[in-house]
């Protein structure tokens, strides 16, 4: 499954038309130890780019932003009682929530794994 990614560092993969998201282990070392995620209301629609949901860490507190339009299908409610999930597996067992895509084209406006990795490199 492809990942894609923002310049915010949130990722998406995206599987049958259902896109999982969180943020990027890069953003997760930048928070430090995260403390609480604020989940997104399952129902809710976001746009692409629009605040999904927020984050707080012992550094500071951070908006989430969808990658991909949609409505919000299931949030992973284990974050609710450790939060530090994030921080140890931010790019898996750490998703927020799972979209379901109104628009696939939307990834055109994201990065592959390389293009990030690129983008990392850049901001060193």
């Known amino acids: 499954m492809e990942a894609y990614y923002t310049k915010e560092h949130e990722w998406v993969k995206i599987k049958e038309g259902i896109a ?25 629609s976001v746009k692409q780019f629009e605040v999904l949901c927020a984050i707080e860490s012992v ?17 992973n409610e284990a974050l609710n009682d450790a939060p530090e999930i994030v921080n140890e597996s931010a790019e898996d067992s750490g998703w927020m929530a799972l979209i379901e895509l109104t628009d696939p084209s939307e990834v055109k406006n ?14 060193a």
């Open 20 to 44: 999982s998201v969180g943020i990027t282990d890069y953003a997760a070392h930048q928070l430090g130890d995260v403390t609480f995620v604020e989940l997104p209301q399952v129902g809710k």
């Open 59 to 75: 550094k500071a507190a951070s908006d989430i932003y969808a990658p991909v339009s949609g409505k919000v299908t299931n949030v």
């Open 110 to 123: 994201l990065m592959n794994r390389e293009q990030y990795d690129d983008y990392l490199r850049g901001l």
